[in-house]
Nanobody
Framework: QAQLVDSGGGLVQAGGSLRLSCAASGHTFITYSMAWFRQPPGTDREFVAA????????IYADSVKGRFNNSRDGTKDTVNLQMNALKPEDTAVYYC????????????????????WGKGTLVTVSA
């Protein structure tokens, strides 16, 4: 059974760093684009970053651009989100997600369009 397991969340002070990981298993994800979303307390889930399966093209939400880096390991079974210069407003539950293909920016930003989801990992940034 295909699944995504996201991990790496925790408590960090503002300005600090965390590295989230998403391990994929039970399916061949080589043609899947991988994305990260987050859900701050009391708000909707929002797009954070994505890595397209074709050519490993990356896109980011404006709020994290220049601070977060999304990468994929050589086997394409694990994606990592390196988060630097964290701010209190980055506090949220972070979810990794996968979409078969997912070739356009609009597709990969669409919460409702993902095929698989991790269960989420909590990131708390204190002031």
């Amino acid at each position: 059974q295909a699944q995504l397991v996201d991990s790496g969340g925790g408590l960090v002070q503002a300005g600090g760093s965390l590295r989230l990981s998403c391990a994929a298993s039970g399916h061949t994800f080589i043609t899947y684009s991988m994305a990260w979303f987050r859900q701050p307390p009391g708000t909707d889930r929002e797009f954070v970053a994505a890595l397209f399966w074709l050519a490993d093209r990356k896109i980011y939400a404006d709020s994290v651009k220049g601070r977060f880096n999304n990468s994929r390991d050589g086997t394409k079974d694990t994606v990592n989100l390196q988060m630097n210069a964290l701010k209190p407003e980055d506090t949220a539950v972070y979810y990794c997600a996968a979409k078969d293909g997912g070739d356009s920016d609009s597709e990969i930003r669409d919460v409702s369009g993902m095929d698989y989801w991790g269960k989420g990992t909590l990131v708390t940034v204190s002031a």
